[in-house]
T-cell receptor
Framework: LAKTTQPISMDSYEGQEVNITCSHN???????ITWYQQFPSQGPRFIIQ???TKVTNEVASLFIPADRKSSTLSLPRVSLSDTAVYYC???????????FGTGTRLLVSP | GAVVSQHPSWVICKSGTSVKIECRSL??????MFWYRQFPKQSLMLMAT?????????EQGVEKDKFLINHASLTLSTLTVTSAHPEDSSFYIC????????????FGPGTRLTVT
């Protein structure tokens, strides 16, 4: 399973766009990139998954360059409720096994 | 959306006793369920993979005799912490993978275990 590296923490203000980058230099050909969000004392929640280029859903966008060695989760116009830990995971799309890295602790301030 | 529940949400037990945590997929069937452990300010650590009708697969370093996992049906998996000690105090989270697509892992709300 490919190892991921992400910033330990990030700070932002309400209404700003937040971009969290994840490095996964050893990503395999059949690996997908998945992001989860976790609030304190809760289980993680799926945000978005992608393989290449760009994926967008109602809450976020995921940008993946051609070499797929990194990815960027983009949260548009964050609010206080987006304060959470965001995990980048790399693995098969079938979610057979998830290995969580350190995650990025995002703090959104008023 | 798919819902996974855990019971209890929190439990306090005395050192040396055993405690059972239930994980249920409420509106879907799950061939595979996963158990994670999370210490404060740390990431989730996968403990074991539970397959319905077969023995669980434990991650390296996880004592299978201490953390007993049973996956007797397609909607229920249980984790029993035997002879609990204070160092077992943690946040235990389960997840379930549906038997049919989309194969996302849906996480439960977690169970806070405190061993006194």
């Amino acid at each position: 399973l490919a190892k991921t590296t992400q910033p330990i923490s990030m700070d932002s203000y309400e209404g700003q766009e937040v971009n969290i980058t994840c490095s996964h230099n050893n990503i395999a050909t059949n690996d997908y990139i998945t992001w989860y969000q976790q609030f304190p004392s809760q289980g993680p929640r799926f945000i978005i998954q992608g393989y290449k280029t760009k994926v967008t859903n109602e809450v976020a966008s995921l940008f993946i360059p051609a070499d797929r060695k990194s990815s960027t989760l983009s949260l548009p116009r964050v609010s206080l409720s987006d304060t959470a830990v965001y995990y980048c995971l790399v693995g098969d799309s079938g979610f057979q096994k998830l290995v969580f890295g350190t995650g990025t602790r995002l703090l959104v301030s008023p | 959306g798919a819902v996974v529940s855990q019971h209890p949400s929190w439990v306090i037990c005395k050192s040396g006793t055993s405690v059972k945590i239930e994980c249920r997929s409420l509106d879907f069937q799950a061939t595979t369920m996963f158990w994670y452990r999370q210490f404060p300010k740390q990431s989730l650590m996968l403990m074991a993979t539970s397959n319905e009708g077969s023995k669980a697969t434990y991650e390296q370093g996880v004592e299978k005799d201490k953390f007993l996992i049973n996956h007797a049906s397609l909607t229920l998996s249980t984790l029993t912490v035997t002879s609990a000690h204070p160092e077992d105090s943690s946040f235990y989270i389960c997840s379930a993978r549906p038997t049919s697509p989309p194969y996302e892992q849906y996480f439960g709300p977690g169970t806070r275990l405190t061993v006194t």
